[in-house]
């Protein structure tokens, strides 16, 4: 299979390997989804904190909007390297996106109608998912596939 340079720089820099077997790219992915879901942590204690101030004052924090910005165009760029693993990777990271998109929603919803806020129970499930499915291909897949 013939590799393409579509990005010019950037694939210069996140095509490189880190060992052997780890691109850079498997290694920032992996970054962004810890980092993802600790900005999720932070945001969910902000808008716990601005729920006693009332349904307006809930607003999305700009860190976590942009590490899910980060981490959707990082695992779109994952899917010009690895196809397959990056095709799941982007599908994975959508659905984390538009999970926090109607979690958000659902913020606000129990705000108004002044009852506890919750969790975000399915977003955390996708970002968990990504955490296990990102880490697989980053430390076992290339390790793994050696050998078959």
């Avoid at 077997?21 to 808008?47: D, M, S, T, W």
């Avoid at 990777?89 to 958000?104: G, N, W």
Wanted: glycine content about 4%.
């Amino acid at each position: 299979m013939s590799e393409y340079e579509l990005f010019g720089p950037v694939d210069a820099v996140l095509r490189q390997h880190l060992t052997d077997e780890v691109l850079v790219i498997e290694a920032v992915l992996l970054g962004l989804v810890v980092v993802n879901i600790a900005a999720r942590a932070y945001a969910h204690r902000q808008h716990v904190s601005q729920a006693e101030e009332g349904d307006d004052a809930i607003s999305r924090h700009p860190f976590h909007v942009a590490t899910n910005l980060l981490l959707v165009l990082g695992s779109f760029y994952f899917l010009t390297v690895h196809h397959h693993a990056g095709m799941v990777a982007s599908a994975i990271t959508v659905t984390i996106l538009l999970t926090d998109f109607f979690e958000f929603e659902s913020r606000k919803v129990e705000a108004r109608r002044e009852i506890p806020i919750e969790r975000p129970k399915a977003a955390i499930s996708a970002s968990l998912l990504a955490l296990v499915y990102v880490g697989y291909v980053t430390f076992f897949s290339g390790a793994v596939s050696q050998f078959f």
